[in-house]
């Protein structure tokens, strides 16, 4: 009522009467007239509060909402990255061991493929780095054309998955796809039939863990080995390799654009089947790269005008035999690199096979080439086709125990040469001479008479050989070439004898090879090796025979008359053929390489007029050509040679004379060694009160020279005795020449 008296407000005299309270009182919020022009101009604090700020101070309750908001959205990432983690860690580790596995690829010296392996359910599957392996400009093509952000993104591309995903709303189909070189790397890894949701986001999930797990580099690398690209064809390299017949870093633009378009349907684009529809894919991927601007207009044109064809081409089998073996010897390696050149075995695997179809259809050929210098083997030809069953195309003939005929001669010259009873400018009969029931003959049944040592190894005299090695001895030479490496095989229960200096003994014509290139290193024997080691260290060398000697072998070799049309003096060579016909045999060399030839049927069976001269040695020179090598010169003579003619010889060494050929000067009687006795055991204990062993000669004509092992080591004095300092424990050869040239010779063993 009008006339009511107004009450006292108790809070209005409590602000009034303590003004602190009721300035904190005004200060409290309380609700404008947005248009005021208190509002508009505010006080200090109010002007640098923020919207939002203003917003929560003048609805109180906002602040809690946006608070329960931002832990709603919080809640919600935090359930999502929970679910997709739940969800990862469901899908179980990725089967990146199982997708490692590749084919076992065998390469050369260099790194080139020799030969591949199928995988066992019959895919090809080589290894490749992208890096060393891969054309650049396929590179630049596949990022441009699946993955323009590859190297930026995680494993998923938000702008390519956007992109797709507004191109099907808005068109109603899939216009291109959001998938990453990751994205599908994950689907190869675990293939899925479907296209679903679910399927996509199965290949994120694992793109990101495989972001995670692996470098960028080895993502590609993973990827560009699992593409498929038709039939059992998997990855770039074995696509390129099947269709072009090259590596995928030599490719064209044409090639490279087809590569690029084959994995996104490879069964209905393979070139072996569907040519055309491939073609247009190529074509596709080219115009696409004329609108980025990676490829021009003009070499677009050109690449387009390139027809695409029907094919499909093998894979390359290069040393069919060395790769077998290899894999039969290493175990679990995916690349196993071989010492081979495959330039080389490619020309001479041409080679053997030319030469075997003007032979014959039953006649196959090995061919091996070392370096002299490290024993590497650069060329293993094992036969003349190695899928040609009549001609046993997989039986490796390099390694096939055969009669060498005459290319062991070289070695009874050595150690005669070491010996010192001769020299190449000795003079040696040629004349008929029986060994008890033995009396070798030439091969063309005639006798040369007196002839220089040297003519009678280039011409392979045998009769000369076998005097020779009745001499050095034939246990001694067959001891010596195992001794260097060589497995000779003799027939059971029999002992060397003088027939294995004609070929009356087996050997494999890496064996023989081998001890050739010991010759060519002056003496010490390398073993050959076929599997490439990255050890550093030397392997250890094997005796031959002295350095003299063999620069003398291979002195006499290196004049040996040539075929028909080739150069002399640039290839010692030796040539052997067996008994009945069988085998057919040249090794030569030269200053850098080794190659020895075998010519023959792989069964064994005769060639009527197959002989080492006329088969294997124009084999032998025509593979020194084909090598693309320049000849190397023998070593030079080293410190010790005796380079002289007959006349300049000492007296001993002019002529030669056969063991038990009893030589007298008027009343003399024939020069014979009384002590040591030949075969002999002697007790070096025994002799270490003197230090010497003592030599005494019956008969001969003085002066007379004693050789220890072939080094002289002094003259026998006027009581026929010499005392001599024996080398050591082990077999000692004392051998005893007189003024005329006689000589008698024992072997002792000191123990």
Request: glycine share 10%; charged share 20%; aromatic share 4%.
């Amino acid at each position: 009522m009008s006339g009511e008296p107004t009450r006292p407000n108790p809070t209005a005299a409590a602000e009034a009467s303590c003004p602190g309270r009721g300035a904190a009182r005004s200060a409290a919020p309380q609700t404008r007239d947005p248009g005021s022009a208190a509002d508009a101009t505010g006080t200090p604090d109010q002007q640098r509060t923020t919207p939002q700020e203003r917003r929560t101070a003048l609805h109180p309750g906002n602040g809690r909402l946006l608070r329960h908001a931002a832990f709603a959205v919080f809640a919600i990432i935090a359930v999502s990255i929970g679910s997709l983690v739940a969800y990862a860690v469901s899908l179980g580790p990725l089967p990146l061991d199982e997708a490692r596995k590749t084919s076992v690829t065998v390469v050369d010296r260099h790194g080139k493929l020799l030969r591949a392996y199928a995988m066992a359910d019959g895919r090809w599957r080589l290894p490749v780095d992208a890096t060393s392996g891969v054309d650049p400009r396929y590179l630049q093509q596949l990022f441009a054309y699946e993955d323009k952000r590859f190297w930026s993104h995680h494993g998923v591309d938000p702008l390519a998955v956007g992109r797709a995903a507004l191109q099907l709303v808005t068109r109603g189909h899939i216009v291109s796809g959001g998938s990453t070189i990751t994205m599908q790397l994950a689907r190869l890894l675990e293939p899925r039939r479907e296209r679903s949701i679910t399927a996509k986001l199965h290949q994120m999930v694992r793109a990101v863990e495989l972001e995670r797990r692996l470098s960028k580099q080895q993502i590609l690398d993973l990827y560009l080995t699992l593409a498929p690209y038709g039939g059992n064809l998997e990855g770039i390299r074995a696509a390129s390799i099947a269709y072009f017949g090259k590596e995928p870093k030599r490719l064209s633009l044409s090639e490279s654009a087809l590569l690029v378009a084959l994995p996104q349907s490879p069964e209905t684009r393979r070139l072996d089947r569907h040519p055309q529809v491939a073609q247009a894919a190529r074509d596709r991927v080219l115009a696409r790269m004329v609108e980025d601007g990676v490829v021009s207009a003009e070499d677009a044109a050109q690449a387009r005008a390139v027809p695409v064809h029907r094919q499909r081409k093998p894979m390359p089998i290069l040393a069919p035999h060395s790769a077998d073996q290899a894999t039969s010897a290493v175990k679990d390696s995916p690349v196993i690199r071989l010492t081979l050149d495959g330039g080389i075995q490619r020309a001479l695997e041409s080679l053997a096979r030319d030469r075997a179809l003007a032979l014959g259809p039953d006649i196959s050929i090995g061919i091996l080439a070392v370096d002299n210098e490290s024993g590497d083997v650069l060329a293993h030809v094992g036969s003349a086709d190695y899928f040609d069953d009549r001609r046993a195309g997989q039986v490796d003939m390099t390694r096939a125990v055969r009669s060498p005929g005459s290319t062991l001669k070289p070695f009874i010259y050595g150690l005669a040469f070491e010996d010192g009873f001769v020299h190449p400018e000795s003079l040696i009969d040629d004349r008929p001479v029986r060994f008890g029931v033995y009396a070798p003959e030439n091969f063309d049944m005639t006798f040369q008479g007196t002839v220089p040592v040297r003519k009678a190894l280039q011409l392979s005299l045998n009769v000369p050989a076998i005097e020779l090695l009745d001499r050095v001895g034939a246990s001694r030479l067959a001891s010596r070439l195992k001794q260097a490496g060589a497995g000779l095989v003799l027939p059971n229960g029999e002992a060397p004898g003088l027939a294995m200096g004609l070929g009356g003994v087996g050997i494999r014509l890496a064996d023989l090879v081998q001890l050739y290139s010991g010759v060519a290193r002056l003496g010490n024997v390398v073993p050959l090796q076929e599997i490439a080691s990255d050890s550093k260290a030397e392997r250890e060398t094997l005796r031959l025979m002295d350095k003299v000697a063999a620069w003398q072998v291979g002195n006499v070799l290196l004049g040996t008359p040539p075929p028909e049309n080739a150069a002399r003096n640039q290839i010692a060579f030796k040539t052997g053929t067996s008994y009945g016909y069988r085998d057919a045999w040249s090794v030569g060399f030269d200053g850098k390489i080794t190659i020895g030839v075998w010519v023959g049927r792989p069964d064994g069976a005769p060639v009527p007029g197959l002989i080492g001269r006329a088969a294997a040695a124009p084999v032998l020179f025509d593979a020194f050509a084909r090598t693309n090598q320049l000849r190397a010169p023998l070593p030079k003579p080293p410190r010790g040679a005796l380079i002289a003619g007959n006349a300049q010889l000492p007296l001993p060494l002019r002529r030669f004379r056969p063991a038990g050929d009893l030589v007298r000067a008027g009343s003399e009687q024939a020069l014979r060694i009384q002590f040591p006795l030949n075969g002999s055991r002697i007790d070096a204990v025994s002799q270490a009160s003197t230090g010497a062993l003592p030599v005494k000669v019956a008969g001969g004509v003085l002066p007379m020279t004693v050789m220890v092992n072939g080094i002289a080591a002094g003259e026998i004095d006027g009581r026929r005795q010499r005392l001599i300092a024996p080398p050591g424990p082990g077999f000692v050869r004392v051998t005893v020449m007189d003024a005329v040239g006689a000589a008698d010779t024992v072997v002792v063993r000191i123990q």
